[in-house]
């Protein structure tokens, strides 16, 4: 099934629709890859932080021996981790990625958080009772590196930079010091947190908008009984059954269809194979009205032991 795209300010297409690979484990991850190139996928989220780099870049490298897809044809993307934030990191950090998948240069490079870790070779830097030890790098710098970043751009080693889990106010500090703006913005979102308001901004600035979590992240590690679940929603099993879809193609429709590009994670063929029929069939306007009233705000992916970081994102409303 093919994907529609979106045209990032370079002229790169963007598919509406990616695989997301974090907590692929290796040995799943590589198959995964695979069977979604197979599927139709052409677009495929990775990060350093996810630790399976070096597998997404397996599944990749048969299906471009394979004849399937040409480096072309894909678009990847990658993020700096916070432990990376140092100006002089930066550089370093794309070409860790771009050897462990194999490439040559990114479809798309995130600043996967605003908080930077102290530097050094720990992703997970802790003090003594197990905090995480920060370290005083505006990320308006790591940006203007990231004028190491928009350097890059122009030797070429990645096409489109952008910001993760950032707030409005992180997001137009970063602005008001770009020469090259952020293209992409990638933020939890599915139903229970419909980030509408994140949403309008980012159009209005111009920042193509990635759902992230999509299903609401039902593996995450700090999953724990009794959180809202999206998936589980009784409200959205009629909607499903009226279209013969499933409760995850109906929130991934919902995602594509107000203009969020959505990168499911599965390392199930038939899931994966699932995930992206979802060009097929339309909700009615009713519909979206209804599944966008069921916003809670929950955030799976909040990161609330981390609140205590000055640049922590997500004190602010949106
Ligand atoms: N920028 C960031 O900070 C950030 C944070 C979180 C996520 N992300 C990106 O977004 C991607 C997606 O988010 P996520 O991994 O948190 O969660 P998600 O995509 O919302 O949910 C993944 C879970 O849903 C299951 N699943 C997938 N398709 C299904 C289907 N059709 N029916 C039933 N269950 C299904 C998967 O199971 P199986 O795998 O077992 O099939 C997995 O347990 C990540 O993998 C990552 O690439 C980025």
Redesign the pocket.
């Known amino acids: 099934m093919a994907v529609p795209s979106v045209q990032l300010p370079s002229g790169v297409k963007m598919p509406v629709l990616g695989l997301?690979?974090?907590?692929?484990k290796p040995g799943e991850v590589t198959e995964a890859v695979k069977a979604a190139i197979d599927a139709g996928y052409r677009h495929i989220?990775?990060?350093f932080n996810y630790g399976n780099e070096n597998e997404v870049g397996a599944g990749l490298k048969a299906k471009f021996d394979e004849g399937v897809v040409k480096r072309e044809d894909i678009f990847i993307t990658s993020?700096l981790w916070n432990n990376f934030h140092h100006p002089d990191d930066v550089e370093e950090a794309v070409k860790k990625s771009l050897t462990s998948l194999g490439l040559d240069y990114l479809d798309l490079y995130?600043i996967?958080?605003p908080m930077a870790y102290k530097r050094g070779p720990e992703m997970n830097p802790k003090d003594a009772e197990g905090n995480v030890i920060g370290e005083d790098i505006p990320f308006t710098d790591t940006w203007k590196v990231c004028v190491a970043l928009e350097a890059c751009v122009e030797s070429g080693l990645l096409r489109n930079i952008g910001l993760?889990?950032f707030n409005s106010k992180q997001i137009q500090a970063v602005i008001d010091v770009a020469k090259v703006k952020p293209s992409v913005l990638?933020v939890?979102c599915?139903p229970y947190l419909n980030q509408k308001q994140l949403l309008q901004f980012a159009k209005e600035k111009g920042l193509v908008f990635t759902a992230?979590?999509?299903?609401?992240?039902?593996?995450?590690p700090w999953a724990k009984p009794g959180d809202p679940s999206i998936?589980e929603d009784p409200k959205l099993k009629p909607i499903a059954d009226k279209y013969g879809k499933?409760v995850?193609?109906v929130l991934l429709r919902w995602g594509v269809q107000r203009d969020t590009i959505v990168?499911?994670?599965?390392?199930?063929p038939a899931?994966i194979q699932?995930?992206i029929r979802v060009f097929d069939f339309a909700l009615t306007s009713q519909e979206m009205e209804t599944i966008d009233g069921f916003n809670v705000p929950y955030r799976?992916?909040d990161v609330s032991w981390l609140d205590y970081m000055p640049d922590y994102p997500f004190h602010e409303p949106f």
């Open positions: 997301g690979t974090w907590k692929s989220d990775c990060a993020k995130l996967h958080f993760s889990n990638q939890e599915h992230y979590s999509p299903l609401g992240s039902p593996d995450r998936m499933s995850a193609q990168i499911p994670k599965s390392v199930t899931r699932q995930n799976a992916c």
